[in-house]
C-alpha cells in the first residue's frame, strides 16, 4: 500500500508562487504513474497535470500549462508541483495521486485511473 501525504498550501497574491509536495510512505515513486488534482466546492476534481512512471513524460491540462509544473524527486520519493503566476481561478484543495506503472498511461486523466490518493492541501489565491 502507498500512504501519500501533500504540503505546501497556502495564501497568496494572484501573480505569486507556490511549490506542492507530495512525499510517500510504501514503494518508490519510480514504479508509479503520479497525479496532481483539484477539486472546488460543487465540483468534480479535475486533472492537473501527471508524470509518467518513468519520467520520461509530463502532461499538464491546458489552464495551467505553461504556469504549473510537475516533477519528481525518485530519491526523496517525492513529487511536486510548481505553481506559478497564479490566479484566483486556481483557488482549490489540491489532491496528488499515484497508480502502479504496470498499467498504459493513456487514461492518466481521469479520477479511476488512480488507486492511491493524499488528503489534500489547500490553495487560495486572492485578488
Known amino acids: 500500500q502507498v500512504q501519500l501525504v501533500e504540503s505546501g498550501g497556502g495564501l497568496v497574491p494572484a501573480g505569486g508562487s507556490l511549490r506542492l509536495s507530495c512525499g510517500a510512505s510504501?514503494?518508490?515513486?519510480?514504479?508509479?504513474?503520479l497525479a496532481w488534482f483539484r477539486r472546488t466546492p460543487g465540483k468534480e476534481r479535475e486533472f492537473v497535470a501527471g508524470?509518467?512512471?518513468?519520467?520520461?513524460?509530463?502532461d499538464h491540462v491546458d489552464s495551467v500549462r505553461g504556469r504549473f509544473t510537475i516533477s519528481r524527486d525518485t530519491a526523496k520519493n517525492t513529487v511536486y508541483l510548481q505553481m506559478n503566476s497564479l490566479k484566483p481561478d486556481d483557488t482549490a484543495i489540491y489532491y496528488c495521486?499515484?497508480?502502479?506503472?504496470?498499467?498504459?498511461?493513456?487514461?492518466?486523466?481521469?479520477?479511476?485511473?488512480?488507486?492511491?490518493w493524499g488528503q489534500g492541501t489547500q490553495v487560495t489565491v486572492s485578488s
Open positions: 495521486a499515484a497508480r502502479s506503472s504496470d498499467i498504459r498511461w493513456t487514461m492518466r486523466r481521469l479520477q479511476s485511473f488512480y488507486e492511491y
Open positions: 510504501g514503494r518508490t515513486f519510480s514504479d508509479y504513474h
Open positions: 508524470i509518467r512512471g518513468d519520467g520520461s513524460s509530463t
